[in-house]
């Protein structure tokens, strides 16, 4: 078993014995410390926050992991475009060519760089909506100015719920019903990205995968998010496939 296999099992082991509860305790001070630096990170960021001058919309979870951001911002974009909008889709474009450098996948016109570049999950989002621009980088605060200047009038801000140096107008963040609080611990005891407290900064709750779960599993489940947030409106969807390729 490799030891992403055997960290992976003793996240859902509830009560771990012998060897394993030993190493959930040294996992639970690295949890410790990491939390602590997501704490002055968010302080530090928020600080710094900047607007982007447009309404922004930040779409993100508080689990690693995917929980169907992707799907979300295709789906409010092309809703956006239906109601008369011009929105522009920002990424970090995690592990692409520009991650570091950033820049523009598409202008709303054309593609203007490799999959490579711009990173799998943005050049398929250029793809699909030919007509939204779509920029990556590390620094989204530069790419929002880029949209702007692209003619932007919204921007959704892809997996920004842990992104506070632009500020937003609506934080719709999703859960997934099949792991809906990353066994309620943060990072690498669990995998949540921050306390389950970060709820309370949600506009909208979003279920993901919520025909894979049983009503019980969802009652549990909002029962939850009503202690973060009392009345955030909690919307359930469902993934499923349009056609084959």
């Not at 949600?202 to 998010?225: G, P, Q």
Request: net charge positive; charged share 25%; proline share 5%.
């Amino acid at each position: 078993m490799s030891l992403e296999a055997y960290v992976t099992n003793l996240m859902k082991e509830r009560n771990p014995r012998g060897f394993d509860a030993a190493f959930a305790g040294f996992l639970s001070l690295l949890e410790k410390l990491y939390l602590k630096g997501v704490r002055k990170r968010r302080a530090r960021e928020t600080a710094n926050a900047v607007e982007a001058g447009i309404p922004v919309i930040s779409v993100g979870n508080v689990t690693a992991g995917g929980t169907g951001k992707t799907p979300c911002i295709l789906m409010i974009a092309e809703l956006l475009l239906k109601e008369g909008k011009k929105p522009a889709i920002i990424s970090r474009g995690y592990k692409s060519g520009l991650e570091k450098k950033g820049g523009v996948v598409s202008d709303g016109k054309s593609i203007l760089v490799s999959q490579k570049e711009a990173g799998d999950e943005p050049y398929m989002m250029a793809l699909r909506l030919p007509t939204v621009p779509v920029l990556v980088g590390k620094d989204r605060k530069v790419s929002a100015k880029k949209a702007v200047a692209l003619g932007a009038d919204v921007l959704l801000l892809d997996d920004g719920f842990q992104y506070w140096g632009l500020d937003r107008d609506r934080d719709i963040v999703l859960i997934d019903c099949m792991n809906p609080f990353g066994y309620f611990h943060a990072l690498p005891r669990g995998l949540l990205r921050e306390p389950l407290t970060a709820l309370g900064r949600a506009s909208l709750f979003l279920l993901t995968k919520s025909d894979k779960a049983s009503d019980e599993e969802k009652l549990k489940i909002k029962r939850v998010l009503r202690h973060y947030g009392r009345t955030t409106p909690i919307l359930e969807t469902a993934h499923s496939p349009s056609k084959i390729v």
